[in-house]
Each structure stands twice: as C-alpha cells, then as structure tokens.
C-alpha cells in the first residue's frame, strides 16, 4: 500500500491530469482535494482528447475508482456535464466509481456571477480568475454560510437555506455591481434536480479511503492548480483561493499525514502562467510566442493565452521545500527540441541582491530579475524515446541540471501527450 500525492510545481497546466491518467492503472482510488472546475486536464487516450475539470483524471481507467473529496467545491451543473459526457463515451457505466463527498461544498450561481462581478469591476487589479466562482464559494464555506452536497438531498432545510443566503447575495450582486439577482426559488427546484441526479454518486469519502487504505490499496492524490497558485504559499494575491500543495491532502480528502509516502512534484520543461500576476522568467517577444505555439500553451479551461517562459529552478527548489518532493516529473521536453540554447533561472537579483531563495513578499518577486544558465539545445525529436537513454545527450543533461538544482530525482520525463509518450525512471509506487 502507497500513498502518491502528485502536485503541480509551478502556477498549474504542469500536465498533471496525463500523468495521473498514466499513473491511475497502478492506483485504485485517484482522489481529488481541493479546487473545482477552474482545473481543466487534458487526456490523450488512443489519439482521442478529453478535458476534465473535476472528476478526477483517474476515470479514463475503467479499473479506478475516482474521489472527489471534502475540499474541492462543486459545481454541480458543471460535475452532471463531464459525467454525461464519459458516460457518453462509454467510459463511465457504473457510478460507483465516482465518489464526491457529500461534505464538499457546492459553487452556486451566485458564486458565478461574484467572481465574474468583482473582476469587471476591479479592472487594472483584476486576478484573472477564471471565472468559475471559486474564490466566492470558498469564502462562504469558511464563512460558515456554504451550502455541500449532501444539503442538496434535505428539500426543507436546502429552501430555508437558499432563501436566506440569496437576500445578502443579491444586495450584494445589485446594489454594489448592479448585477442581475438570482432567483431562489429557481434556484430551489434547480438544486432538487441536481440532487437526485448525484444522488447516486454522493458518498461519505473518508470512509471508503480508510477502507482502501485497510486493504492495501495504492491511493493517487491528484493536485489542481499549482504550488504558486496556493493561497498560502503562492503569489498572493494572484492565487487561488485553495491550498494547492501536497499537505492540503490531508484536510481536503480526510486522511492523516502519516499516510502519505511519496509526493510527486509535476514541472513543465519550461514555466507557464494564465491569469496575472508576476512571473520573473516571462518571455513577452519572440521566444514566449515559439513556445506558446510550439506547447500549444492555451488554457484548457477558459481558452486564454498561456504566458510562456524559462524554466524557474528558484521556484523549483521553493516548491520542493513547501510539498517535501519525493520524486519529479519533467513534462513537455519535447517542446524543447530544435531550440538553439537553453536557459535556467538559477537565482535571482533584487535591487542589486543576488538570492537563491524564493522571496516572500509581491514587490520583490516583482522586481527579481533572473539570472541565468544556459545549457546547449538539441535538434532531435524526442517523441519518439521510450526509455531515459533514447534522449540525445544534451536532452538528458538538461534534466540531470534540473534534478541537480532542484535537489530532487527527476523519475517521470514525458514527451507528447499520449499515454506511450511516458518514460519512466524508477516505480512511482514504490514504498519508501
Ligand atoms: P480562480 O482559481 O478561478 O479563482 O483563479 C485564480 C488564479 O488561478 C487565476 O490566475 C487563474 O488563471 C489561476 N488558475 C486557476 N486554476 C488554474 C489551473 O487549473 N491552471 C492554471 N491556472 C489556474
């Protein structure tokens, strides 16, 4: 029995969802814990793509049994969808293996139209989110006013609720956005539907981990977004509104520290980010456009540009410290190919300081000037390696510096979104 927990390394779109898919056939439970559907996963199974954004990555491996736990916010209408279309797929026949927490808390209309409200209206300062009511529904789950899952499946107490809630909601959506209100009652018989529909799917979680854990099951714990994204330990406040590190498994999917063995960290050959915020290795002329289209660096969820750039071994080596990062994985090398030099960020210059450490306040990540490595390219095509030694010499030293700078065992190199186009270096799951 192993715990994996696979975390994104820089600000999401790491590439975790193909690499849960291929991971999930070792695991038996792929559990999701924390976020919602601002995650969107991209999945590459027989040349055919699928996009997730809250069912877990798992779903595509008819062996799995996928968790949705207590610390991701649901959107139900947005959860029916992506069930309808696997089951459409032929890829979901037993509901059993979807399992969302009843305890999770749900992303209502209100939420929607909050976050899309506050972002109009804060302009120049905007976050960028992406608009799926995730700040708004976290803030009213730790203000003790969230209505979860299983409240969908209690008619009484869900109308006394809604009605209740809808009144400081829609003062707030009109008479400071001058937005329009949402209707209760709509909602009321809305949430009804819902209700019997994920039914079937509701189930008290933390349950059927301990019980996979009794059973010596391997348990896959899929992280959204990314380590800087993390409202903790990210680019506050260009964040989202969850912990996103390896440690919020515990809290948001309902199992002790000392379950967890080994924790994945997921990096891209090179840094991405979509929304604002600072980036200190951001390519804006020539070189961001090449690796936007090369990587086809564009948001799964919301469809935005991706801003593109080197890769950050300062914030590896950050990301590294907060999530205690057993193993690596290197996405998306093959981007790289035909690039005449390579760079890495090694460290940092801030008003004249050099540092190796990531810094602690938003002024000085937005002042840090990267100072740089430069390692040679390579030209060949890379997606067609299978094991670590059918990469050019060159491709492989660049992952042995990046191993060596971040202080962590590079395991996992991918080189094309497909399921083959994995090399793996050592077993994921084995015990420590
Ligand atoms: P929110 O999570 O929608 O509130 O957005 C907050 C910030 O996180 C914005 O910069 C989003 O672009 C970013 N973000 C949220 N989810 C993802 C993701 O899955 N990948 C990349 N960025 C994300």
């Keep these: 029995m192993t715990s994996l927990v696979a975390v994104g390394a820089q600000w999401g779109d790491e590439g975790k969802g193909k690499l849960v898919d291929w991971l999930a056939p070792r695991a038996q439970l792929v559990v999701r814990f924390q976020g919602g559907n601002n995650a969107g996963h991209t999945l590459v199974v027989d040349g055919e793509q699928t996009i997730l954004h809250v069912v877990p990555a798992g779903v595509l491996n008819p062996a799995t049994v996928n968790v949705i ?28 293996r979807v399992r969302v927490s009843g305890r999770a ?70 008479g400071y956005y001058h937005w329009a209100p949402v209707d209760s009652g709509q909602l009321y018989r809305q949430c009804l539907a819902w209700g019997r529909e994920l039914e079937p799917y509701v189930d008290h979680t933390e349950r059927t981990l301990e019980a996979a854990l009794r059973d010596g099951k391997h348990l896959l714990f899929e992280g959204a977004q990314g380590t800087f994204l993390d409202i903790d330990h990210g680019t506050y406040p260009y964040v989202t509104s969850s912990n996103c590190v390896a440690g919020a498994v515990c809290a948001g999917a309902g199992i002790g520290p000392t379950r967890i063995d080994r924790v994945l960290g997921i990096t891209k050959a090179y840094t991405t980010r979509v929304g604002g915020g600072p980036f200190p290795t951001e390519e804006t002329g020539e070189l961001g456009t090449k690796l936007r289209e090369r990587g086809a660096e564009f948001g799964a969820t919301t469809g935005r540009i991706r801003r ?125």
């Design 69 to 96: 736990g207590p610390g991701v916010v649901v959107d139900p209408a947005g959860l029916l969808g992506e069930l309808e279309a696997l089951k459409q797929k032929g890829a979901l026949r037993d509901p059993s």
């Design 105 to 174: 808390h749900l992303i209502l209309p209100w939420h929607t139209a909050l976050d899309k409200a506050r972002e109009e209206a804060a302009r120049g300062r905007a976050i960028g989110t992406t608009g799926r009511g995730i700040g708004p529904a976290y803030e009213d789950k730790v203000a003790r006013r969230g209505i979860r899952v299983a409240d969908l499946l209690r008619p009484e107490a869900l109308e006394e609720a809604l009605g209740r809630i809808a009144e400081q909601k829609n003062f707030e959506l009109e």
């Design 308 to 432: 593109c750039g080197w890769l950050d071994a300062v914030m590896l080596r950050e990301a590294a410290t907060v999530n205690g990062f057993t193993q690596l994985a290197i996405n998306k090398l093959d981007v790289l190919s035909g690039m005449p030099e390579l760079r890495i960020a090694t460290a940092y210059r801030i008003n004249g300081k050099l540092t190796e450490d990531f810094p602690m306040t938003l002024p000085e990540i937005e002042q840090a000037e990267p100072v740089y490595e430069t390692l040679p390219g390579w030209d060949e095509d890379v997606t067609g390696a299978r094991c670590y030694e059918d990469l050019p010499g060159d491709a492989r030293r660049y992952v042995e510096r990046v191993e060596a700078l971040a202080g962590v065992p590079v395991e996992i190199v991918s080189i094309g979104p497909g399921r083959d186009a994995t090399i793996s270096r050592a077993e994921p799951f084995r015990a420590r």
